[in-house]
């Protein structure tokens, strides 16, 4: 049911072209995935996120577990029937979720336990827990139960959620219930080059249909993340997709991509639209500038989302001053498409053998 | 250029069906305007708004002068343009908001000076100067400034209102530059039947190519709403628009067909969507009621909405209550598509010769 086809290569670098196959449609990779936390892409209907063409949608377990619910999804036939999206849906472990927490959760090695930030009641989170929660959602490609640690930690406490990590995955194998759901589990190890190591070898045993690298993007400097996707990616799987988990600025994108990742999911594009900030050709735009307000010229010219093909800086500027969601939402379209088309634009150059090129001319790119 | 054409009538009431020419297109009347204050109809992109088969669209000439400003709207190329909708438009004189300013503002012959809310700049707004900003911002139909006294008014100061609306009409109608634009004078008297009938044969001389019926859902009971329209409504020219404004209740918009008016505006679709209420045969329904979270019907299954044709009470329930704002967009959708449909049906029933029988069984709706 699942299964990953490389199609083509850089010579110069670890970048490759993909097809991966889901019960939802065939996942072109190198592709970028927006996140669809609480099963909605923020301020997108399922039709305008269409228009972006992206090859896989994310939900985030912890929310739709706290609201509203994995069992009234499930009753609802699952994430795609309820959200009304078709393609191929990835959802995460709750693990960056909890972890995240802080304070107000303790760790055992059975789960976490926490207090919901809705109503206070009481929540455990087990691998087995975490399964149940994904097999009732019904994506695509869902995520093992791993430890995030903070950045900065130490060797000692990154190598023991390291361990613990490979231990949860082996758990959340044997709960997984669903032959139509890919399980990738988690490497993590933080900015070690051992640890990562180690977290491979022992997730390899359990020979995953795919694989994330997860722990980045969690405060670390750009340089270590990019040392991180040097080390890692080349230790896993040749033939089964790689995901970078929470990757999503122009410049991570582009060295995941040059170090044969495949996946990409990040928050960016919507966040950003909803602080009036649109992504253009590398750059970030805050249109809330008063230099837009009679700028009458398409937001890109060159882009042919409905946002640059129907309006103006102008409008926008307008919108956004005047907290109109409208803005947000056109904002959201161009953004998301915006860094679609990056990934997929990458893909087209690596297919007609011109990714170096673009790589380096690319690597200047501010942000 | 501006053509009103009456193609059948009610035998039992005063409501008929017409066609109003206009330069950006023909509006099949009577008809629900819904109201795109700054230039935007309330979470809704224009290409999403069209799915609602408006016939027109307003913006409000007050909201538009404090921002963006008209000066840059004109330069946009008007406001068709600047927000990207083709269709017939309808600007407001901003007097109705001015007047609704309170302590805040100072009234004399000439106009009204007022501080804006914005940035405390002080501000003028007289017939000449809202003529001008009404061509600049360019809408077909353009309204003139009127004095709207508040609700309750003693007779003495309704009565010095209508006067010096019809005083500021005649100014509005010297100063109105565009020939593509039809000025609307606006009705103004409160309760006072005798005010009415007066501002009518005043206004009357201006031989304007339709009238509106100001005033009217200030604050007052409804049954005195309905007296002002069986009142007022036949005073006015058979063959010109009837406009009754900040008109939206089904049951106000079923009297004020009934009564023979042509045009409705009203923010009631798109706030009481923001504010998690869809409009559904005649009723409101709160979809944040957790009576919705396992209601995996449709919102309304004999609606052709995108909302109701994609997504389930569930799904909305979910979004109103985690303020998601793709709720507010659907709920939007829906009750403007609802609002103008109401109407169009009622068109229907009027050329179909069922009007009545539609009226008598309507009326028992409850709000």
């Known amino acids: 049911m699942f299964d990953f086809s490389i199609e083509g290569q ?3 670098s670890g970048a490759r072209v993909g097809y991966f196959t889901t019960p939802h449609g065939t996942v072109a990779t190198p592709c970028f995935m927006p996140v669809g936390t609480l099963a909605t892409v923020k301020t ?13 949608v994310l939900a985030n377990t912890y929310h739709l577990h706290l609201q509203p619910g994995d069992d009234i999804i499930e009753a609802a036939g699952g994430l795609h029937k309820f959200m009304g999206w078709s393609g191929p849906m990835l959802t995460d472990s709750g693990g960056f979720q909890v972890f995240s927490l802080g304070g107000i959760r303790t760790i055992d090695e059975e789960g ?3 207090k919901s930030p809705r109503d206070g009641a009481k929540i455990r989170f087990t691998p087995e827990v975490v399964m149940g929660i994904q097999n009732r ?13 903070p950045y900065p930690a130490p060797h000692e406490a990154v190598s023991a959620a390291v361990e613990r990590t490979s231990r949860w995955a082996e758990r959340c194998l044997r709960a997984h219930q669903r032959s139509d759901q890919a399980l990738f589990p988690i490497v993590q190890g933080g900015g070690y080059e051992d640890l990562r190591t180690h977290s491979v070898q022992a997730l390899l045993e359990l020979d995953a249909p795919g694989y994330a690298i997860g722990g980045v993007s969690v405060g670390e400097p750009t340089h270590q993340m990019h040392r991180v996707f040097r080390h890692t990616a080349p230790l896993l799987p040749k033939h089964k997709p790689r995901y970078a988990m929470g990757i999503g600025t122009y410049r991570e994108l582009l060295e995941g991509v040059a170090q044969g990742i495949d996946m990409f999911d990040c928050v960016i594009p919507t966040r950003l639209a909803r602080h009036g900030t649109a992504l253009v050709g590398g750059e970030r735009w805050n249109l809330k500038n008063s230099y837009y307000r009679r700028d009458f010229t398409p937001l890109d010219p060159k882009c042919s989302c409905y946002t640059c093909q129907q309006f103006t800086r102008a ?3 307008h919108l956004v001053r005047t907290k109109e969601s409208l803005g947000m939402t056109l904002l959201a379209l161009h953004n998301v498409t915006e860094l679609v088309r990056f990934v997929a634009q990458l893909r087209g150059a690596i297919q007609e053998g011109h990714f170096w090129d673009s790589y380096q001319r690319l690597s200047r790119l501010a942000s």
């Open 10 to 12: 850089c010579d110069q």
């Open 44 to 56: 997108l209907s399922p039709s305008q996120l269409a228009e972006a063409h992206p090859q896989v």
């Open 112 to 114: 976490v336990t926490f």
């Open 137 to 149: 959602l019904g994506a695509d490609i869902v995520m093992c139960f791993d430890e995030c640690p």
């Open 315 to 317: 409008y926008l500027c």
